[in-house]
Structure formats: C-alpha cells, structure tokens
C-alpha cells in the first residue's frame, strides 16, 4: 500500500485570496514578521498583535477553498492507504474542503503551524475555538491569572506534531509539497527525511522553491491547475 505524505503552504490558498508571507515588499499585511509573530512582540505589544490575528481571522470569512484543496479532498475521500496532510497554513481552507467531501479513514490533517480560527490559555495551555476577535488582555475561561493568545506557532516556538510528522515520513512511499517556499524550518527539511526514506518527491509551486532540486519531479504554475492534474494521474 502506498504511504503519502502531503506538505502545503500558503501557496496553496494564494488563489483563495489570503497573502502568502514572502512576496516581494518582504512585509505581512504591512508588518515585518518579527513585529506580529514572536512571543516577546506578544509580550510587548499584545494589542498590536492580536489586532493582526484579528484582521486575518476575519479576512478568512471571505476566503473560499479553491480547485487544489478540492482535489486533495478527493485524493483523501479515494485514497487506500495511509494520507497524511501537514499544512504550515493557519486558515482553515484544507478543513473546509475535506467537511465537504469527508476523508477515508487512512486520511489525517495536521495543522504544524497552528490554527487561526482557535486559541490557547497561556496558563494552561488548554485550546479553544476562535471564531472571532481577541482583546488585547483577553482573560482566559481556564485560569485566572491565564490570558487568551492566537493559537499559532510564532518565531521562535515548536511546530506542532513533529514526532507524527517525522514517522509519517519515515514511513512513506510518496512525499509531495506544494505552495512552499521552502525557507522554513523545519518543513524546508521533510524532503530530504522523505528521500532518505526511500520515498518518490514531488513539488507542485508557482515556482521553483529553495529546495527544487531535492526532488525527484517538479511541475510549476498556479496550484489550481498543477494540484488537480497530479492528483488525476494519482487516482489513474
Ligand atoms: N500556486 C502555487 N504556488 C504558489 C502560488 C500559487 N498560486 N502563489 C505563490 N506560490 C508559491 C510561491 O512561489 C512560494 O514558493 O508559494 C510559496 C509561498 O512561500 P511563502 O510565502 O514563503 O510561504 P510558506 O512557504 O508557506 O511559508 C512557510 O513561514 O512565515 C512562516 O509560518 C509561516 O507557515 C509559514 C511559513
């Protein structure tokens, strides 16, 4: 049985209409990454940050999955074997696709970077919905000293599920990344795990990223049109 291990990045929702985060003015919706994604701007700044988590939450009700997410919800809905889907994104367009059209049972989501439509305790740790705003000095539900902060991975944290990660891929026979830079770590990474695994790479970007030539098989150009012609051939 084939193991497959998918990785996305906002590549993936450009065409959905949220940003990606390296284009060419360098900025995030007008901010430098270090002002709004690490716990010491937290820290220093909560309301300039949770306003910018505010903003992109909200931003999302106008976003819609489009034709890539669509076809790796197919993919998983006919897959036989083990579909692993680590995304880096925030936004909850694979979540949306995959309600849409629900997964076989080999299929898992994984949200490495954390969720924007979801927040944690910072006393407890304890996660919670978040559909809408967060105050600048949000009193948690679970502690009363705990404050409520978006529940993302910011500069300097751990990315989630890494041990689920790293044994997927150890584990898989068909590794594929789409919509990713590759400049961050540690996903810029998982190809060479998967090569090493013995595993088939492929990447499906606009572009060549930083690590294209790691990879067995590239094919570029916008996700709707590369993501649902490689699952075609997938399924075929
Ligand atoms: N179709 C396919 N690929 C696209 C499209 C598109 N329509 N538009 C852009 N891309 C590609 C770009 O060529 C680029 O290689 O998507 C990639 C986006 O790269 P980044 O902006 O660096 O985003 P990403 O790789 O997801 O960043 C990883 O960095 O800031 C952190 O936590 C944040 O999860 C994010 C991580």
């Known amino acids: 049985m084939t193991n497959l291990v998918i990785l996305t990045g906002s590549g993936i929702s450009a065409e959905s209409g949220v940003p990606t985060f390296r284009a060419d003015d360098g900025l995030w919706l007008g901010h430098r990454v270090e002002d709004v994604a ?3 701007a937290f ?3 909560p309301a300039l940050v ?3 988590y505010n ?3 909200r931003q999302l009700a106008e976003a819609h999955p489009n034709a890539a997410h669509r076809a790796l919800a197919d993919l998983a809905a006919r897959w036989p ?11 909850d367009l694979h979540d949306r696709a995959h309600a849409e059209t629900p997964p076989a049972p080999g299929f898992e989501l994984l949200h490495m970077h954390g969720e924007l439509l979801k927040a944690h305790c910072t006393a407890t740790g304890r996660v919670t919905d978040c559909p809408g705003d967060l105050g600048p000095d949000e009193v948690s539900p679970h502690h009363p000293r705990g404050r409520l902060r978006p529940h993302i991975v910011w500069f300097g944290e751990m990315p989630h599920h890494l041990d689920r990660i790293e044994r997927a891929l150890a584990a898989c026979d068909l590794f594929v990344s789409i919509g990713t830079s590759g400049v961050v770590w540690p996903a810029a990474g998982f190809v060479e795990l998967a090569n090493h695994a013995g595993a088939r790479t492929v990447e499906l970007n606009l572009e060549p990223s930083l690590g294209s030539r790691l990879f067995d098989e590239t094919h570029h150009g916008p996700a709707t049109e590369v993501v649902p012609g490689f699952v075609e051939r997938l399924l075929a």
């Open 81 to 91: 074997g083990d579909f692993l889907l680590v995304t880096q994104n925030v936004d």
């Open 43 to 45: 820290a220093r700044d």
């Open 38 to 40: 690490t716990p010491e």
């Open 55 to 57: 903003r992109r939450r």
């Open 50 to 52: 949770q306003d910018f």
